[in-house]
Nanobody
């Protein structure tokens, strides 16, 4: 059974940092590109960051570029999202998605909630 389990979401103050993790199981993790999407209150789900199978290429939304870093550990079947300089616009549910085709996720985790508030 394919599973993507996100963790690390929390309440954090503006300007703070947070690291999200997503542990994958049930498929060959090293053969899939991985993505982090997010969905803010009343907003559509949007791409935050993506990383290729061997970490050779990463892609970021303009809104998170220079603040977020996506990485992966194929030995641990885990993808990470390190987030810095968080602001209220970053509030939302963050979803991990696998993508056999670049930027076309075909399976999602259940998400982890990030709330940025003082």
């Amino acid at each position: 059974e394919v599973q993507l389990v996100e963790s690390g979401g929390a309440l954090v103050q503006p300007g703070g940092s947070l690291r999200l993790s997503c542990v994958a199981s049930g498929f060959d993790f090293s053969r899939y590109h991985m993505t982090w999407y997010r969905q803010g209150p009343g907003k559509e789900r949007e791409l935050g960051a993506a990383i290729t199978t061997t970490s050779g290429t990463t892609s970021y939304a303009d809104s998170v570029k220079d603040r977020f870093i996506i990485s992966r550990d194929n030995e641990k079947n885990t993808v990470y999202l390190q987030m810095h300089s968080l602001n209220s616009e970053d509030t939302g549910v963050y979803f991990c998605g696998r993508a056999y085709l670049w930027l076309r996720p075909d399976y999602w985790g259940n998400g982890t909630l990030v709330t940025v508030s003082s």
